[in-house]
């Protein structure tokens, strides 16, 4: 039986379990969502930088920027709670 999430998250799509999994899928500028109520998707340009540990964020709903460390993370961004409720994905 499908689901919404069928509809909204497509075959080419790979949902993103970890920070570990985050840094792996971005070494290279990436894009990403977070997969909001009603199927509205947050999406976010990402690239991991392993030599500062930190990451380069661009959303785009509104076009800006940030680089975020690893540890700011949760403070600074939605990245870790959605990665927790299974609703960030990567686009493939």
Known sequence: METPE???CP???LQINSI???KRESLKRSEFFILLNFGIKSTKYITYN???NEFHIN???D???ETVAERDLAEYTNIP???EKHA???VI
Do not use: M, Q, R
């Open 50 to 52: 392993p030599k500062l």
């Open 88 to 90: 960030f994905y990567k």
């Open 59 to 61: 959303h785009s709903i």
């Open 63 to 65: 076009d800006t920027d």
């Open 20 to 22: 570990e999994e985050l």
């Open 6 to 8: 069928d509809h909204i």
């Open 81 to 83: 709670k959605a990665i």
């Open 11 to 13: 075959n080419n799509t």
